[in-house]
């Protein structure tokens, strides 16, 4: 089990390898979120293995959500081995409007509570000992979902993309006063496997400022700001960086740093790889 936790890419043949039973029909479920180190965060937490979801030939977990607006049962969840094409995230019923919660964690709405994309990000924070709630893709609308007493301190906690920077772009209009972090890279899984559950929770709370950082970095209006942003937090100007579709420069003037940076688009474009 230790090996599958520090290299989960060998969980290729997780239904075939951890097959389901009689007794435990959802244990390739169990397996996968056991290879993503998660553990503690599965008391309480109510999930199924569903096979060849999507006729992909890959099987995945997926996790009740309630029931939707015309009174039918909706799942959200996530496919273990998606073909190339095949996006990983699978949903079961109109997923508008609502969000995760962890069924078996009694939320205290006196700390926050960290708003993240998907049910395994949600995990992956609570594993490590936070609260947090997942809202199913960063395109949700927020002003079309009802987080009641949570949105008293939420923290809004999407990955360090295009897509999540337009989505903390869109739920800061709304919750204005609302905190915001992102991960340096990858997402709050990746740091959870990195570092384990323990060594997770404490980077998280040392690395707290620069997430934040981060997600200031996301919301820049301009390029001059994120420049300013990031010079503020690291100390010197960050070179070259993408922002707004295209590549800019930013440097200290050379005999007047104390005017801040220096700021040039160098290019219309970026590079994907």
């Known amino acids: 089990v230790n090996t599958l936790e520090l290299f989960p890419e060998l969980l290729v043949d997780i239904e075939k390898?951890?097959?389901?039973?009689?007794?435990d029909p959802h244990r390739p479920a169990t397996e996968y979120l056991h290879s993503r180190l998660l553990r503690k965060s599965l008391?309480?937490?109510?999930y199924e293995y569903w096979k060849d979801v999507r006729k992909t030939g890959s099987g995945g977990v997926m996790f009740p959500l309630g029931k939707g607006m015309d009174g039918k049962p909706v799942w959200n969840g996530r496919l273990f081995n998606p073909p190339v094409g095949e996006g990983k995230t699978?949903?079961?019923?109109?997923?508008?409007?609502m969000f995760w919660k962890h069924p078996g964690l009694q939320y205290d709405f006196r700390k926050p509570v960290y708003v993240v994309e998907g049910v395994i990000d949600a995990l992956s924070l609570i594993e490590m000992g936070l609260q947090s709630i997942a809202v199913l893709s960063s395109g949700q609308d927020p002003a079309k979902i009802d987080l009641g007493e949570l949105r008293s301190n939420i923290v809004i906690a999407f990955d360090p993309d295009s897509a999540g920077a337009g989505g903390?772009?869109?739920?800061?209009?709304?919750?204005?006063?609302?905190?915001?972090?992102?991960?340096?890279?990858?997402?709050?899984n990746d740091l959870l496997r990195q570092n384990g559950a323990e060594g997770g929770e404490k980077l998280f709370q040392e690395m707290l400022p620069e997430f934040e950082t981060r997600a200031g970095l996301l919301l820049a209006e301009s390029a001059r700001e994120y420049a300013e942003i990031y010079r503020s937090f690291y100390g010197r100007c960050p070179g070259l960086f993408a922002f707004d579709g295209r590549y800019c420069y930013a440097t200290e003037h050379t005999k007047t740093p104390e005017l801040g940076p220096v700021v040039s688009h160098v290019s219309d474009f970026t590079v994907s790889v």
């Open 17 to 23: 390898d951890f097959a389901p039973t009689k007794a």
């Open 168 to 188: 903390l772009k869109k739920w800061r209009h709304v919750y204005p006063s609302a905190r915001a972090v992102t991960p340096v890279r990858g997402d709050w």
């Open 43 to 46: 008391a309480g937490l109510q």
């Open 90 to 97: 699978h949903n079961a019923g109109k997923t508008e409007g």
